[in-house]
């Protein structure tokens, strides 16, 4: 059984962990999992289906929960083959883990949001976010891997 103290482990290590767990899940559901050497354009690695068709997967991970953003340049909404993975680790459980298609974020709410920061006056760079919490898990519930996926398959 594997550790499930995910306080133990520092970010990168809960990042990495995060990135081989969702390739064992889509490995599970029967896709092909293909990976690359480098993530310079915000792609963990890409997955087939049985369909053949392709996906690019971003994978981000939260313990007990926060935020995550991706850049809006490196993701871009329209785009129906570009997935988020999402995985929550809470101690003494097994990951959670939420398959979500950039279409979430095309009408901003609690949990998925869109930031421009650069007309707020900030010199950040524009993001999609969103906001994992207790508040918003059930908006979240819809995209877990075992109701999302079906639509992939």
Known sequence: MPNLYWDKLNPLQVGKY???????????????????EVDDKGIDFIVKSSKGIFYEVQVKSLR?????????????????????CFISFVNSEFPTVYLIPTGAWKKPNAAFVSRDYEKEGQKSKP?????????????????????SIKSLL
């Open 18 to 36: 995060a990135e081989y767990y969702a390739k064992m899940e889509f490995a599970s559901y029967g896709f092909d999992v293909y990976t690359s």
């Open 64 to 84: 007990n929960g926060g935020y995550i953003f991706i850049p809006k340049d490196k993701m871009d909404i329209h785009n129906e083959r570009f997935l988020v």
């Open 127 to 147: 993001e999609w976010g969103m906001n994992f919490s207790n508040k918003n898990k059930k908006i979240l519930d819809e995209y877990k891997i075992e109701q």
